[in-house]
């Protein structure tokens, strides 16, 4: 897995760990306890990563619509990078979490979103680099100055509108990233209506790593889109906007580029 691009290992890091071209992002999170990553990262991280928080750095506030996590505003986050040293494409950001990339991904998605190609996500996250003894700190990092100027690239998102307007037309697959007895309706523990866009098919997020938050291999992510690998577009949702992140990383590393994230997924799909 070391080579693609998108993804580094944990050997790989620790050979980079002190390389000032490289930023380290520690994404850890918990949708049941906000607090809980943070107080992990301040408890113990990768030897010189930051953090950054979903709700209050990948995230914009919450509306009446746009999802539980809209997207955050292009000028704050990049201003927020080039505080932690991130270059625009220059820096490669390497981001972690403890959680099969669902947040990883997320800052994954985002800064590619920005126009910033160099970023990957870390293999087995932070508890496969804890298994290999690679070292942890509990030292924070002190703030860096670069230039961070995003190029938004609007073409990597959809909204309702487009989503309504086009998920029905031949050559266009809407992708639906939940667990299937949320996408068949039969459970919701999170949003106010249960059951899923019409239309759209079921690929499960964490699909795209296996128990041991490793990601499945490179042939793996290619059998498993091939169903849907000629469509022209490929729309992403999930609940908030936020898992499907990690879908959308699996489409590019089976070599299809057509993936686009509908930024407010179900919770903003039911809002209306």
């Keep these: ?3 693609v691009q998108f993804v580094v290992s944990s050997a790989w890091l620790i050979q980079h760990l002190h390389d000032p071209q490289v930023v380290i992002v520690d ?3 918990s949708l049941a306890d906000p607090q809980l990553g943070r107080n992990q990262y301040q408890a113990s991280h990768i030897e010189g990563a930051y953090y950054l928080d979903l709700n209050l750095d990948l995230s914009s506030p919450v509306g009446e619509h746009g999802g539980r996590h809209p997207l955050p505003e292009p000028q704050e986050l990049a201003e927020k990078l080039a505080a932690i040293g991130v270059e625009f494409q220059k820096t490669l950001v390497v981001a972690y979490d403890d959680s099969r990339l669902a947040f990883a991904a997320r800052l994954w998605w985002l800064l590619r979103y920005l126009g910033h190609e ?3 996500v870390l293999d087995g996250g932070f508890s496969q680099w804890e298994k290999a003894g690679y070292p942890v700190t ?10 961070f100027v995003p190029e938004v690239r609007p073409e990597l998102v959809v909204d309702r509108e487009v989503v309504k307007n086009r998920k029905d037309l031949p050559n266009v697959v809407l992708i639906d990233s939940r667990e299937g007895d949320r996408y068949r309706g039969e459970r919701e523990p999170t949003d106010k209506i249960a059951g899923h866009i019409p239309g759209a098919v079921n690929y499960y997020w964490m699909e795209v790593t296996d128990a041991s938050g490793s990601l499945i291999p490179i042939t793996e992510h290619q059998k498993r889109w091939q169903p849907v690998e000629s469509s022209e577009e490929i729309l992403v949702y999930c609940g908030s906007g936020v ?5 959308l990383l699996s489409l590019e590393l089976a070599g299809i580029h057509t993936g ?7 919770s903003d799909w039911i809002s209306y």
């Design 1 to 3: 897995m070391t080579n």
């Design 27 to 29: 994404c850890r999170f």
């Design 118 to 120: 160099q970023v990957a």
């Design 138 to 147: 509990d030292v924070i990092p002190s703030p860096q100055k670069a230039s």
């Design 243 to 247: 898992t499907a992140c990690a879908n």
């Design 260 to 266: 686009k994230l509908y930024a407010g997924s179900w």
